[in-house]
Each structure stands twice: as structure tokens, then as C-alpha cells.
């Protein structure tokens, strides 16, 4: 699971994360949204020990990730906004690479690799290197990557980004099937469709802070818009409705 | 085209004044470092331009055959330095996408990437030759407007030598987009560059400079006076300054027309080119490697991150072509050992102590290559190895070690064989080769702990990880560190001589223990403070 305390993120001047708290429990799918700028990205590499807090604690799977950080990125998942992998591996390279360096037996390697090339359907071009695919294809790469060795905890940073509707699909089949196993889902996306359908709590980001967090239900209730869609929702509460007078001068 | 421009010196303005109080006296710390290389080199120069002075007859005709060989040597760097940056920049760059998709004419993208090559391929190497021209100066007392004439001339001459590299790559990606095709050609045309400068080497121009080769003093003297590779620019740019120095100005004048002329009219010829040959190039690199590759064997008491450096770094194909010159580099440096006219036993020996110093600039230059930019090559993909459960101090080690190995093998080649061919004597051959494998790791080690003290994770091609202020201080810092160990080691080098010269007396265990104490600070902070400071970067960096 994931715990956060007290979270803050300062660049300069600018508060990019302010005092977030929150807790992911196993098998726990949390949508994470806001507009562009919110910080979401900021809290995603900071719950994946890519960045370091101002202040705060994050605790993965039990690990505290400024003080355990290996133990606790062992036990992680992270699937980034943008799928860079090395050009110069081949794809079922990088899934060895990625095996090897998350401790996956050498027999379970053999033997999941070529599944999970077919599953992905990438393997007809598991053999090419990584510079030939798509953003796609980088993107099911790494996905596969994190099926290779179910981790503890996942974090995904718009995963959705770059699939075909088939992939999306299955992608969004794979976060159920992990989260049913007990992974704990952190999933950041701007689909707000794919948050209502996948997610069992959703938190709303604004300008650094939390300001809504709850079961859809509860989010509604906080809103008052009984029966009203995410999207309804998720622009009454970040202010979003401003755009429709803009609209009138198009 | 003034767009284009705009854009460039507003990135570089907002870049400048988005550094941090701490960054920007960091990066004055360094430049201020970086600026006392430049004055040592300075003083070297001048010293060396005021012993020419003094040679009575032919110091003048010494002084400027030597300016002409510094204007060679820099324009065929630039020659070299633009073929490796051209392919990156104009068929690479990260806003290509972006700028091939706007409405701006497809000429005035080439020249906005053109302009961005020649800058990357030339500003180093124009500012390390700015010491020479100032002990120039100062030397022959020119005044500084012979600095703005010095400047008047490079531009065009290094803008020629900067087009080649331009004109090579249009043409290559033009003729073969397939990248197969290319990446043959591609190593194929270094592979002609090392045979053209082994040959270069191995026809012995020395002899040329060495007045007991020639006949007659009357041949020394002519070959003083011809030029040095007449149709080159770099010669037309020493003619141009000599000119100048003996009060000709109309001939600096034509001279320095010439040179612009032809660097208009080539350039010129370049963006005519580039209307029709750019897009179809671009077009064909956008394709990519098609090859059908088989999973490589990985073997299993291998490191992960070994392998994955192993496998990316021998598929680059730029990689290839550099190990060729580094090949060639290797046999050239040998064969001038051997041919140096050494009849002393105990010059030979001097000589291979000083061989310390020579191969330890060579290593030094070859981490700067490929040390130091191995932390910023994982590039974008940094996350991978930043979300894995690995500490950063494992993966500065495993590039440790994939670097020094080769390292520790050209040193040894260069070490080992240089106290054969110079039959030193068995305490110098020991003293140096250990050395020189220990400057080896500890230049590894700083290039590790630079590369990731500085690190440049969305830089376009490796030659601005090089030339960038990082690799800079590194080039700085690795020569500081080769220096000292010289001058640590050459008081038990000093002690030993003595003792061959008859000094029953000459060991002074007291000097020993001060060089010996030295000398361990020296690699204790070498090995040590580049590699801490770094790690701790890397890891508070965000992916």
C-alpha cells in the first residue's frame, strides 16, 4: 500500500505539492486528477523516489522511500507519462533488463517474456530495436515490463496515452486483475471516463492541494450534484466552467 | 529567419536567469577554474613564443610556421569535430518534428541547425586557441586589434572547415536514407579518415623540421618559408596575419575577402543544396532501424546494467568509428615514440617517465569522450534505472568498470610498449606503467563522478556533453591531476637518476614520504571527491 504525510513540494517560490496526505490500501484502485499543473506528476515522481519531498513521508509496501529507498522501489511499479526506454535494446531486451534488475527468476523470465510479447502484441517486433517503436509500443513495453514482475504497488502516470482502443483495453483489464491480486493502483489521468469505470476512490488536485477525496459517491455528496457525471463533478469542483464564456468568441 | 533567431537568445536569456543564486556561483566557481586553464595555456605559449623570439635568424620564420601548424591542426579539428555533430543536429534534434511541421521554408531550418553545428563544432576549439593568439600578442607586441583581426579571419575560415562536415552529411543522407546503408558508409568514411592521418603520420613529416635531414641549410630555410598546405583556409588565415604583422594591410584585406568570399560562396552552395536534398534526408532518418535482431545471449555472471551497457554502446555506430580513430590515434602515438631520435639510454628513460604525462593527456582526452558523457547518455530513459531498486552508487560502479576496462587497456598498450620500444630502465618502466594505470582508474573515476556531478540527460548528440561546461572542468581537472602526479612523481624520478649518475646519497627517505603522503591526497581526492559530490546529485535529481 501507499502512505502519505504531510507532503510538500517547493520549487523557489512556487508550492508544486502542499500538504498532501493520503493512503492507498491493497487492491485499492485511487484516481488521481486535476488540471495541467496541479502537481500530479510532481506526486507521482516523488511516490516513485524520483524526486525528493521538501517535506513529508512516503511510505511503499511498508518502506519508507527517503530512507529504504531500494527496499521500497523493489516493491514498485511505475509506468511514466512518457515511455523513454533505451533505443539501442531491442524490446525483449529491455523486458530481460527490466528482470534482471527487479530480481525475476531466470526461468520465469524464459518463460514470461515471449507470453508477454504475444499478450502485448509485440512480438513480431520483439527481436527490433526500441528506436523502430512507436509511442504506443514503448508505451505496451513498459506495461509489460510491470506485468513481468506484479509488483506490490503500482503508479501509473496517464497509461492510457499512445494505446489503440484493443490495448487500452487490456491495459485497463491488467490494473483490475493486479489491484483484485492486491496491488495497490495510484493511477494519474485526465480520462476522466476511465477514473470513473476503474477507480475506487478519486482524489481532485488544484494548484498543489487536495480538495476533494472519496468514493464517487461521497465526491458528489461534497459537490452537491447528485447523479452528475465525473466530468460535472470534476469542473465544478476545479472551476472549470470559465471556458464557456470563452467559447463564445470562437 | 530572425523568428528562429529570437527564439534561440530567449531560451538562452530565460535559461541565464533561471539559475539559482547557488547555480550560478557554482557555475562561476567552475568558469573561474576553466579560465585559469586558459591562462596556464596561455603562459605556456608564451614562453615557448618567447624562446622562439630569441633564436637568432629563423625565430621569426619558426614562429609563424608554428602559427601556421596551430591554424592546420584547428581547422582540421573542426573539420573532424562537425562530421561528428552534423548528423545529430540536422537529422535529430528534438524540434525537427516541430519545426519540419510549421510553415517555415525548409532552407531556413538548415540554416538554423547549420548555424547550431558550426557553433557546437567550433567554439571550444576557437577559445583554446585564444591563448595562443594573446601569447602571440604579447610576444611580438601587435596590439589587442590583432585579436579582432585574429577573430575577423576565424570566422570565415572556421565557418569553411565547420561545412565539410555539413556538406558530407547532406550528401550521405541524401544518397542512402536507409540506415544500414548509412551506418556502413557512416563507418567506413572513418575508417578513410584514420587510414588518410596514419598515412599522414607514417610518411614522416618530422624529418621536414629537423635541419640534419636536409641537405643543405638553404632547403631548411625554404621549407620555413613555403606555405603550410597552401590551398587550405587555415593557411590563407596565417597569411592573412602575417600580412598584417609585417604593416601589409591590403594583403590582409584580400586575404581575409578571400576567406569570406569562399565561405559565403560554399555556405551559400550549402542552403541552395538544402532546398533540395534536406527534406528527402530528414524523411529517410525518420525511418529508423528496421533490422530483425535475435535476443542477445546475455551471460550469467554478467551484470545486468554491464550488459546493458555493452549492448548499447556497441550498437551505436557512432561509437565504431571513434574506436577506429582511437585505434589509429594508438598506432600514430607508438610509432612517434619510436621514431623520436633518442641515442641516450638515460633520455630514453627520462622520456618514458615523461611518456606519464603524454599518455595520461591521451587517457585523459578518451574519457572525455567516453567516461564522462556515460551518466548523461542514459538520457530520458533515466527513470528506468532511477525507479529500479538500485543504489546510484551501483550504477556509477558498473560504469566504472565498463569504462576502465578499455582504459586500462589502451594505458597499458601505450604504457607497456613505449617502455619496451625505449628500453627504460626497470625502476622507470615500473614507476610509469603503475602510474599510468592508476591515472587511468582515477581519470575513470572522475569522469564518472563529473558526468554525474553535471549531468545533461536531454542534450541532442554526446559532442554537447563534451563540450558543455561539465566536461569542461572535467578536461580541466583530469589535466591539473595528470600534472601533479608528474611533478609528485618526479622527485623519486629525480632521486633515482641521481643515484645512476653516482650519488651513493641520493635517496632522501624524508623528500619520499612528502612526495609519497602527496601523492596519496592527490588520488585520494581524486578517486573520492568528484565521485561523492556526484552521487549525491544524482541523487536528489529528478528523473
Redesign the interface.
Known sequence: MIEISGLFKRF?DLVAVNDLSLRVEPGEIFGFLGPNGAGKTTTV?II?????PTEGRVIVAGYDMARQ??????Q?G?V?D?P???????G??FL???G????VA?ESQRKRIPELLEMFELGPW????V??YSHGMRQKLVLAGIVLREPKVLVLDEPMVGLDPKSARMAKEIFTTLARRGTAVFMCTHVLEIAEKLCHRIGIMTSGSMIAMGSLEQLRRQASSEGSGLEELFLSLTGGQEYLSLLKHL | MTLLIRRRLRSAWNGFFAL?GWELGRNLAFTSVGIGLLAAIYLGFFRLLSYLETVPLIGELLLWKLTAMMMLATFMMVVVSSLLTALSTLYYSYDLKFLMGSPIGIRKIFVDKSLESLFFASWMILLLLVPYMAALIQVKGYGWSFLGAFLWLAAPCLTLGGSVGLAFTLALLYLFPSSRTRDVIWVGSSLSLTAVYGLVRFSQPERLIRPDALMLIVEYLEYLQAPTAPYLPSWWMTAGLSSLAQGRPASFAAYGALLWCCAAVFYGALVWLSGRLYFQGFSGAQE?????????I?P?LEP?LF??ER??FF??VKHWSQILMIAGLVFVYLFSIRRLPLDNADLRSLVSFLNIGAAGFVIAALGLRFTYPSISLE???W?????????VDLVMRQKLLFSAGPMTLIALLLGATTNYLLEADRFTAWLSLGSLLLITWGLCAMGIGFGALFPLFAVENVHQIESSLGGFIYMAASLFYVAANVIILSWPMNMHFQERFGNAAAWDFRLLCIAAACWIALHGLAFLLPWSLGRRKL??L??
Open positions: 523557489g515522481r516513485s523516489g524520483l524526486l525528493k529507498p531500494v527496499e521500497a522501489k523493489r514498485l511505475l511514466p512518457e523513454f526506454v533505451y533505443p539501442k535494446l531491442t525483449a531486451e530481460r533488463f527490466v534482471e534488475l527487479y530480481g531466470l520483439g527481436g527490433e530495436l528506436e523502430s | 539559482t529508423g532501424g528496421s533490422a530483425k535482431r535475435t535476443l542477445a546475455r550469467l545486468a550488459w546493458k549492448l548499447t550498437r551505436d538520457g530520458r530513459s527513470w528506468v534505472l532511477r525507479a529500479a531498486p538500485l543504489p541523487e536528489g529528478a528523473a
